[in-house]
Nanobody, 126 residues
Framework: QVQLAESGGGLVQAGGSLRLSCAASGRTFSSYAMGWFRQAPGKEREFVAAISWSGGSTYYADSVKGRFTISRDNAKNTVYLQMNSLKPEDTAVYYC???????????????????WGQGTQVTVSS
């Protein structure tokens, strides 16, 4: 069982930056592959970024590639999403998710994840 809690959301102007954090409970955090998803009003939840259990593999949605960076600190049971050059279309509730990771895999679809946080709101003004 893993419990996840996101933080770091807020209101920022276009072009600005935010860093989201996702703190996980449990002693086996390093066994879990992690992902970030987002959901804007009236839209379906979409994949943003994913990272393998070791941090050795990452993957990004095309819409955020080159602007967002996912990372993790297994000693702190935390995964991060550094968001730079934010755009109004990045406005959404951002969720972190966890699933047991095998063979260094990363997971790109929400149905592959077993545990979810409550989400943190990110609003980018133009």
């Amino acid at each position: 069982q893993v419990q996840l809690a996101e933080s770091g959301g807020g209101l920022v102007q276009a072009g600005g930056s935010l860093r989201l954090s996702c703190a996980a409970s449990g002693r086996t955090f390093s066994s879990y592959a992690m992902g970030w998803f987002r959901q804007a009003p009236g839209k379906e939840r979409e994949f943003v970024a994913a990272i393998s259990w070791s941090g050795g593999s990452t993957y990004y949605a095309d819409s955020v590639k080159g602007r967002f960076t996912i990372s993790r600190d297994n000693a702190k049971n935390t995964v991060y999403l550094q968001m730079n050059s934010l755009k109004p279309e990045d406005t959404a509730v951002y969720y972190c998710a966890a699933t047991l990771g095998y063979s260094g895999r990363i997971y790109l679809t929400d149905y592959e994840y077993d545990y979810w946080g409550q989400g943190t709101q990110v609003t980018v003004s133009s």
